[in-house]
């Protein structure tokens, strides 16, 4: 794993709060860009063992990569559907997973519905097995329902929130070990920023520069004022991580 002592003169240390498979694919990638990731989860994700619904279904949908322990276990037959990914990771990691016609959106719950729209002819009566996490977004079936499809909802996950700050982002924070924070998810960021403040610890957290995949995902720093805030132009890592690029330590900047 990577650590923050690992940083290059020119690289950065940044906090990434993911859960940790995820956590571990993007410590993995900051280190082809020279950057050391200091991996601190606030959440855990947990498989809920539900059955999946009864089908038959047209197509898969998946809104997360947490998603794919639990889809892997399909049958065959329910794996040769066509899966709409939420993104272009999740659709990579769907088909290293065995999972051949992937159809990838743009990163968000929106352009998912918008993927589907397009798949499938409206009125179609296509069912959709739709995998999701316990805390997804309310309104996720409702986008893929005005998008024609008729989904069917299949909790597979549950991320529960850390009962405090890891141990590595208390020290890191403490000692001023980190140059920058990555936030992938509201929830996520909406933990950490409880957490920091139960660990004593926002004054060394709040005037970092702040990543954000989305508005959406950047929303509950912005309601605290974090004075340093940047969100990607897409909703997509390689989008996130360019922002890295502005960030310039002896100027302080972004």
Do not use: C
Not at 100 to 128: I, K, N, P, Q
């Amino acid at each position: 794993m990577v650590t923050a002592e690992a940083a290059g003169a020119s690289g950065l240390r940044v906090l990434v709060l993911r859960p940790k498979a995820a956590g571990l694919r993007t410590a993995a990638r900051l280190a082809t860009l020279g950057h050391a990731a200091v991996a601190a989860p606030v959440m855990a994700i947990a498989r809920t063992h539900a059955p999946p619904p009864e089908g038959p279904f047209d197509a898969l949908a998946v809104t997360s990569a947490a998603s794919l322990p639990a889809m892997s276990e399909l049958p065959e037959a329910m794996k040769a559907l066509p899966v709409l990914a939420v993104g272009e990771q999740t659709a990579l990691l769907a088909r290293a997973g065995g999972f051949g016609r992937v159809h990838a959106a743009d990163g968000e719950r929106h352009s998912l519905a918008r993927l589907a729209g397009r798949l499938f002819a409206t009125g179609s009566g296509t069912r959709v097995l739709l995998a999701l996490g316990r805390d997804h977004k309310a309104d996720t079936e409702a986008l893929l329902r005005a998008a024609g499809v008729d989904p069917v909802a299949w909790i597979v996950y549950a991320a529960q929130a850390k009962a405090e700050l890891p141990e590595a982002a208390r020290g890191a924070l403490a000692g001023g070990q980190i140059d920058a924070v990555l936030h992938y998810s509201r929830r996520s960021a909406a933990i950490a920023i409880d957490l920091v403040d139960r660990a004593g610890l926002w004054p060394a957290f709040a005037p970092l520069p702040h990543l954000a995949l989305s508005e959406d995902v950047a929303a509950p720093l912005r309601e605290r004022g974090v004075p340093r805030l940047l969100v990607a132009g897409q909703p997509h890592e390689e989008a996130l991580l360019a922002l890295l690029s502005g960030i310039d330590l002896k100027q302080g900047s972004p």
